[in-house]
Structure formats: structure tokens, C-alpha cells
């Protein structure tokens, strides 16, 4: 089994309801794909560090999945490909062996976000925003 | 990079830079540890050069992997004036 992080941006214009519609409806492919999604957080809307399609906001998700394989996200990723309010997607693996964690958090996140997500190694063992 | 040239001209003794995540014990970065990431940034948002930072390979490789991907995901900048 491997860990693995989908973090995606939406469209900050979307309402809360359609956030929540349309994150359900992409857990859902990747579940149906194979994946088991652990752990769902939302950040919320926050500031991009530059601006994407015009849009200087937007709303962060983030999913830890657990796989066996990168091919629970081929759907998803293509999906969002697509799908214009998805401005942004990133899948990192997440557990490859070596645990030496920085002690720093990021303040800016009000979530228990980054402390507990175990170690990526180099960048050799990540699928990065590729299927398999 | 110890300068120990003899002679006249005046010697340098410059401190030996260590690797920050070396002396910490740190083998992985969070792309979404924004915090910690900008410590590696100079001020035009780019990547800071070993040269300056004194990292060792391994972990400027971890930290420029960090950085790209944080950059995508847009929680860095490219740039900024």
C-alpha cells in the first residue's frame, strides 16, 4: 500500500456547496479506481501566490489516499484536467521509507496539515501529475 | 572553499557554511511548508543558490523539488518583484 497526496485548487467563485460536490464526486472516482481516501482536508480559500486564469484566490483540498498504485489517478487527474475549475492539481507520493520530518509548520494552515505526513524521498520515487 | 593563500595579501578566514538540513537532521521537506521553504528563496522569489545557502546536494535537491512543486500548486511564487 502507498500513500499519496492529491492536493487541487478550485475556483474560489464556486459556492461551498458545488466545492463540496465536486470533491465528493472526484473521492469518489478514486475510490471506484481503487484508492481509499483516509483523510480529506479543506483549507478554505486562500491567497495564490500568483494568479491563475486571472483569479488571485482559491479554495484548496487536499486528499491522502491510500493506493496501490499511481492508476487511482488517472481518472481523477483527467477529470480535472478538463474541468476548468480545477485550476490547479498535484499527487505526491507520500510514504517512501525515511521519516526525519522538519519540526517547522506552516503557519498560514490551520489544519494539522504538514507535520504528520510521512516522508517523500527524492524525487525518483514520486508520480508527480503523471499516470502511470 | 577555505582561501589560504599566504602571503601578503590580507587572509580570509571564512567560516565553513554547513548544510542547515544536515545539522538538523532533516531528510524531507514538505512542499506545503511554505515557511520553511522561503527560508531558501531570495528576495525576487528565487531558488537560493547552494553557493549561498551551503547546502549539501542531497538536500538542495529535496528542497528545489519542494520548491517546484509548491510553486505549481501555487503556495510560491515564480517570481516577485
Same mark, same amino acid.
Given at each position: ?5 492529491l492536493?487541487?485548487?478550485?475556483d !474560489?467563485?464556486?459556492?461551498?456547496d458545488?466545492?463540496?460536490?465536486l ?8 475510490e471506484?479506481?481503487?484508492g ?9 480559500k ?5 494568479q491563475?486564469?486571472k483569479l488571485?484566490? =482559491?479554495?484548496?483540498?487536499l486528499?491522502?489516499v491510500r493506493?496501490?498504485? =499511481? ?16 485550476l490547479?492539481y ?6 517512501? =521509507?525515511?521519516?526525519?520530518l !522538519?519540526e517547522?509548520v506552516d503557519?498560514?494552515?490551520?489544519s494539522e496539515?504538514? +507535520?504528520?505526513? +510521512? ?6 520515487e514520486?508520480a508527480?501529475?503523471?499516470? +502511470? | 572553499?577555505?582561501?589560504?593563500? &599566504?602571503?601578503k ?29 522561503q &527560508? ?6 528565487k531558488?537560493l543558490?547552494?553557493?549561498?545557502s551551503g547546502?549539501?546536494?542531497?538536500? @538542495?535537491r529535496?528542497? @528545489? @523539488? ?16
Amino acid at each position: 500500500m502507498r500513500e499519496y497526496e492529491l492536493m487541487f485548487v478550485i475556483d !474560489p467563485r464556486l459556492t461551498d456547496d458545488e466545492i463540496v460536490g465536486l470533491s465528493d464526486q472526484y473521492k469518489a472516482m478514486i475510490e471506484s479506481a481503487g484508492g481509499e481516501v483516509y483523510k480529506q482536508e479543506s483549507w478554505g480559500k486562500r491567497k495564490l501566490a500568483y494568479q491563475i486564469n486571472k483569479l488571485s484566490e =482559491g479554495s484548496y483540498m487536499l486528499f491522502h489516499v491510500r493506493s496501490d498504485g =499511481g492508476g487511482a489517478f488517472t481518472e481523477v487527474e483527467q477529470r480535472m484536467r478538463q474541468n476548468e475549475r480545477v485550476l490547479r492539481y498535484l499527487t505526491v507520493r507520500t510514504n517512501s =521509507g525515511r521519516l526525519r520530518l !522538519p519540526e517547522i509548520v506552516d503557519e498560514t494552515q490551520e489544519s494539522e496539515a504538514a +507535520p504528520d505526513a +510521512p516522508a517523500v524521498d527524492s524525487a525518483v520515487e514520486v508520480a508527480e501529475v503523471e499516470s +502511470p | 572553499m577555505r582561501p589560504k593563500r &599566504q602571503g601578503k595579501r590580507k587572509v580570509f578566514v571564512r567560516r565553513r557554511k554547513v548544510c542547515r538540513m544536515c545539522a538538523d537532521k532533516i531528510d524531507h521537506v514538505d512542499y506545503k511548508d511554505t515557511r520553511f521553504l522561503q &527560508q531558501y528563496l531570495v528576495e525576487r522569489s528565487k531558488i537560493l543558490p547552494r553557493r549561498i545557502s551551503g547546502s549539501c546536494a542531497k538536500h @538542495q535537491r529535496i528542497i @528545489q @523539488q519542494a520548491i517546484k512543486r509548491a510553486r505549481h500548486i501555487a503556495l510560491l511564487p515564480y517570481t516577485s518583484e
